[in-house]
């Protein structure tokens, strides 16, 4: 489920910078130093409870965000819904040991674009974390084996296509790139447009599709099929 990242020719980027909110002392600590320790990454900060990350993240807008489903006071959930409201262009990445279905898709519905288990390696983890900055949708083997079970089950339901809301031609441009796999910041410099001007754009997408994450904008737009003009 995680992409080669090391085919790609060498081109200089600045590093990674990445969040973690985590009650657990001993795991946040080894996170800290798991990103600290690997070129190509940059430690943002670390949080024991949803509270006081939602606080401060406004202001340090870190690329990727590491998010605990157990969290004393706010949870897990609702710390995700949050953050992708107030945070639409940085990814959030649940890190937990639960991997039953109904936790997994309740974290995705809540904004997550990924989710990894603490057992997993560090490489595997630290390889989540740049494909879900890129855009991807990074899940351990076992969840990505839950997921792929869950929708083979399921019976593929017949909905109707639904017309988008009015959405001005910069917005759907935005929408167009993201939907190609851009991530933001690369929908930005090929719009020729910043980083904090898209990051404003996909706000009022968000509130005009009433959803809370990149993924859900993207599936929305595609879903609704070519639009007129």
């Not at 997550?112 to 288990?117: R, S, T």
């Not at 079970?149 to 109707?160: M, N, T």
């Amino acid at each position: 489920m995680f992409p080669d990242l090391t085919s790609s020719p060498a081109i200089t980027r600045p590093p990674l910078r990445v969040a973690v909110i985590e009650d657990d002392r001993i795991m946040r600590s080894l996170l800290v130093r798991l990103i600290n320790g690997h070129s190509g990454f940059s430690f943002a900060g670390a949080w024991a409870t949803g509270e006081a990350a939602l606080a401060a993240l406004p202001e340090i807008r870190p690329d990727v965000i590491v998010v605990d489903l157990e969290l004393p006071g706010i949870s897990g959930d609702d710390c995700l819904r949050a953050l992708s409201g107030m945070l639409p262009v940085s990814a959030l990445v649940v890190l937990t040991v639960h991997e039953d279905a109904e936790r997994v898709f309740s974290a995705l519905r809540a904004g997550a674009n990924g989710y990894l288990l603490k057992g997993a390696p560090p490489s595997e983890l630290l390889a989540g974390l740049k494909a879900a900055h890129v855009g991807g949708s990074p899940l351990s083997p076992g969840v990505a084996s839950l997921v792929i079970r869950a929708f083979q089950k399921a019976p593929a339901p017949v909905k109707p296509i639904i017309p988008l809301p009015s959405l001005a031609p910069r917005e759907r441009q935005i929408l167009d790139l993201l939907a190609k796999g851009l991530a933001p910041k690369e929908a930005a410099a090929e719009l020729s447009i910043s980083y904090e001007t898209v990051r404003d754009y996909l706000k009022n997408i968000y509130q005009k599709l009433h959803v809370r994450s990149r993924t859900e904008a993207v599936l929305r737009y595609l879903d609704a099929g070519p639009q007129p003009t």
